[in-house]
């Protein structure tokens, strides 16, 4: 009972569901990485199953991951660390970037990490969360974004939707710019159709990310406080900074498909 057709040994997740359980973003797990050495076979997979990412497990006693996008490597990205470390209950997550500490509490997976590690985004405010739900296509223009306005500023939630846009060479951006740039006003053009896993895109050929970790750590980074974001078609995502500058992002994490082994 699920719409993922992946080859055998890998494992998908749906990773910060909302609170029915429904939605969240598609991720892949190859728990043993052994079985895609190098970059090559990597990348090759990683375009084949056309999520936002794949994870491919080094290590799973130390934590050691390996992130793919349809296009390219990630040092670091949110949802596919909170999805593997409630996969491999690990507490520790070794990056190049350096250390991520996870943890579970009740129905929600965290982890703790440096903004400064997360790609650059532009994050841009819209007047209303209405203007955020009626985008129906990406903004124009070229670079990965994040657009978001308040549902209830007092309460911090946040309603938000993540672009990763193409570049003029017909590639997404993975490099983005992070702005402070707000909107008076959206465009206004109806509902969106979110196109999250990017099933079938070709290389970083996703048009709508369902739910961004990374991005929503940047954004409770630069308002310095907590957050409850809706993102996507109905995923939602928690973040907390710290004072040491470190922030939380946690959200449930589903086992959608579980990799057959022999």
Known sequence: MNDFEVPEGIDVLRVFCGPDGR????????????RYPGND???????????????????????????????LRLPFAGHPLVGAAWLLDLEVLELPV???FARQDGEFTWI?????????????????AAEVEAL?????GE???YVWAWEDEAAGRVRARA????TETGRTDTRGTDTRGSRSGGTGRGTGTGAGTGSGADAGGIEEDEA????????SARLGRALNIAQGRGSQILTAPAPDGTVEVGGRVLLARAGLRR
């Open 163 to 166: 672009f990763p846009r193409r």
């Open 41 to 71: 076979a990597r990348q090759a997979l990683a375009r084949q199953l056309g999520f936002s990412e794949t994870v491919f497990v080094d290590d799973p006693e130390r934590g050691t991951v390996d992130i793919r996008t349809p296009g």
């Open 112 to 128: 703790t990490a440096r903004p400064e590690w997360a790609p650059p985004r532009t994050l841009e405010q819209y007047a209303t």
């Open 98 to 100: 350096g250390d991520v």
């Open 23 to 34: 939605h969240g973003n598609p991720l892949g797990v190859v728990r043993d990485g052994r």
């Open 143 to 145: 670079g990965w974004l």
């Open 136 to 140: 129906t296509e990406p903004p124009p």
């Open 212 to 219: 961004t970790g990374a991005a929503a750590m940047l954004l």
